[in-house]
């Protein structure tokens, strides 16, 4: 579509929202949909990808969980940093504490400690 979708982007849009419609951008903007090809829905949080009633109120709580981690880790980061400053020297960076985060996250999703990847967007997306 040549990029005409974005002339009804807002023009009021908060940093948070715009931060998520970049991020979102970013994963999508190599998507090419083909023309007569149907979508298709997978429910990740069920082994067989159908949702459930059961599977959606299990998930709420892994989801709370994983906030709670992707939260912890972010001030792990931070105070980590913080000491670096304090009794190594190190000059204070932004952008290696965001950096961080996001290889952390990943690592973290990799080994199963976090389940739900969008968790960590709300950290990782404002930089």
Known sequence: ??????????????????????????????????????????????KDGVYSAKTAYANLFIGRKDFLTAFTLVFW??????NNIVFNGVSPSVHWVLS??????????SAGLIRNRGVGLAFAATE
């Open 1 to 46: 579509m040549n990029g005409l979708w974005l002339e009804d982007v807002g023009p009021n849009l908060t940093t948070v929202a715009i931060a998520e419609f970049l991020t979102l951008w970013e994963w999508l903007r190599d998507v090419q949909l083909g023309a007569g090809v149907d979508d298709v829905l997978v429910w990740n949080w069920a």
């Open 77 to 82: 980061i931070i105070w980590r940093h913080r």
């Open 100 to 109: 961080t985060v996001r290889e952390e996250l990943d690592r973290w999703c």
